[in-house]
């Protein structure tokens, strides 16, 4: 085995899968359906979050609520995903991804249905909200990040990069689109219209076409024994290689992810969300930072493509903490630079591009050094500490503005945590060689 080529996932018995010595194109040629199901099943839980903007006004017009109020609904679920994380996590171990999402999914759709009957009580607002943070945990990056990575070994951050992509999808999308909805059939129609069309789509899809190891063993099982091949009463099993989550707890490498990935995250969601304002106060004019804002988006979609290719060819922590690390530069630019338009535009491009491979980078990282055997809980943890930082860095953003009057001090904070965080990946120990246990 080549030093980072990729290591042993599964060690099946008897009737079980082995994806050990498959080539990158025959990975892609019995997975890239499952990587269609998931990139799609991502965009789903993304949809909810794109929109609420759109709801806004039509919200506030009927019932007369405050921007405060209408903008709570993302982080409560923030919040709600963060505490069930890593629980998700250990029912994905127990029984699967299959399991998990199928129902996560028709329950999200009837969540998001339900909005269409507020009556303006915020209570029952803050309510949905809750019960929809309390379903789509079933649906959001931990479930599809697991199915992909339990199927793909040699062409894992490519598949990876496509399957997290399916956020950056919904993002463009759903802004035109939900518009259209609410102005041909109303707020109430919009939210109906995004949860039955889109869910619906998506659930089909799953179905047909969602199957991660557990599943795909089973049906091979089930197979042969139609086939005759194997006695009705014979026992498949598929053993996953990796760290029990006590050990999990004293790996020095996942601490050293853990607190690289919290840190990057509430620095640079905290540039995201206040880089508007961030030149705007500058001296940029509006529609000039609305198209280089967007420009940074752009940017982060072609770094989740970029960074999968890269993961798959070379040293992955070097790959991740030079990615990383390189959201620094970003904050360095913006400090002195923000005069420049050159400068500004190459900030913008190299902190979407960081941006846009964090939870690539976490999942990929988590999977190799962590191993498959209780993948779900040990990144349903990773998950809920991004979830955590998702939230809390466009806060920290605003007390240091609202403290010194400037983001000065939080662009020198995000020089330095950024290169603070790609040095900690860096120093990351070689990947354990699972198929040596």
């Not at 880089?275 to 989740?304: H, M, Q």
């Not at 990144?379 to 955590?388: D, E, T």
């Not at 790609?422 to 120093?427: A, T, V």
């Amino acid at each position: 085995m080549q030093e980072w080529s990729g290591f042993s996932l599964i060690r099946a018995k008897e009737n079980s899968l082995d994806q050990s010595n498959l080539t990158a194109k025959q990975e892609w040629h019995a997975g890239w359906t499952l990587v269609i199901a998931a990139s799609m099943g991502f965009s789903f839980y993304s949809v909810m979050l794109a929109s609420t903007g759109l709801f806004m006004g039509p919200l506030g017009g009927e019932f007369g609520w405050s921007r405060t109020l209408l903008s709570s609904g993302p982080s409560i679920a923030t919040v709600m995903t963060a505490v069930l994380g890593p629980f998700l996590g250990m029912l994905i171990d127990r029984f699967g991804t299959r399991r998990v999402v199928l129902p996560g999914l028709v329950l999200t759709i009837a969540v998001i249905c339900s909005f269409s009957l507020l009556n303006g009580s915020q209570t029952q607002w803050v309510a949905l909200w809750v019960l929809f943070g309390l379903v789509s945990v079933c649906i959001k990056s931990t479930p599809w990040t697991t199915a992909v990575v339990g199927v793909f070994q040699k062409s894992r951050g490519l598949a990876l990069a496509l399957t997290l992509s399916g956020t950056a999808v919904a993002q463009s999308v759903v802004p035109p689109l939900g518009n259209f909805l609410i102005t041909e059939f109303g707020w109430r129609g919009g939210f109906v219209w995004l949860g039955m069309g889109w869910g619906g789509i998506t659930l089909l899809v799953c179905l047909l076409f969602f199957f991660d190891v557990r599943a795909r063993a089973a049906k091979k099982r089930k197979a042969d024994e139609r086939a005759g091949q194997v006695p009705a009463d014979a026992v498949a099993a598929v053993v996953l290689q990796g760290l029990t989550i006590p050990q999990a707890w004293r790996d020095s490498a996942l601490w050293r992810l853990a607190i690289a990935n919290f840190l990057v995250m509430v620095l640079t969601m905290g540039l995201a969300i206040h880089l508007f304002p961030i030149l705007t106060e500058a001296g940029v004019s509006r529609d000039t930072a609305a198209w280089l804002v967007g420009l940074s988006g752009i940017a982060g979609i072609i770094g989740k493509l970029v960074t999968g290719v890269l993961l798959d060819r070379f040293r992955p922590n070097r790959v991740g903490g030079i990615t990383l690390g390189a959201a620094a530069l970003a904050f360095a630019l913006l400090l002195d630079g923000i005069r420049s338009p050159t400068l500004i535009v190459i900030a913008l491009l190299v902190n979407g591009y960081a941006a846009g491979t964090k939870t690539h980078i976490t999942g990929f990282l988590t999977a190799g050094y962590a191993g498959m055997k209780h993948f779900g809980a040990i990144y349903g943890v990773m998950s809920s500490l991004m979830a955590l930082a998702a939230g809390m860095g466009p806060m920290l953003a605003g007390l240091v503005y609202d403290s010194f009057g400037d983001y000065r001090i939080f662009l020198i904070a995000g020089t330095v945590g950024c290169a603070l965080g790609g040095l900690l990946i860096l120093s990351m120990p070689r990947y354990p060689e699972w198929d040596r246990v």
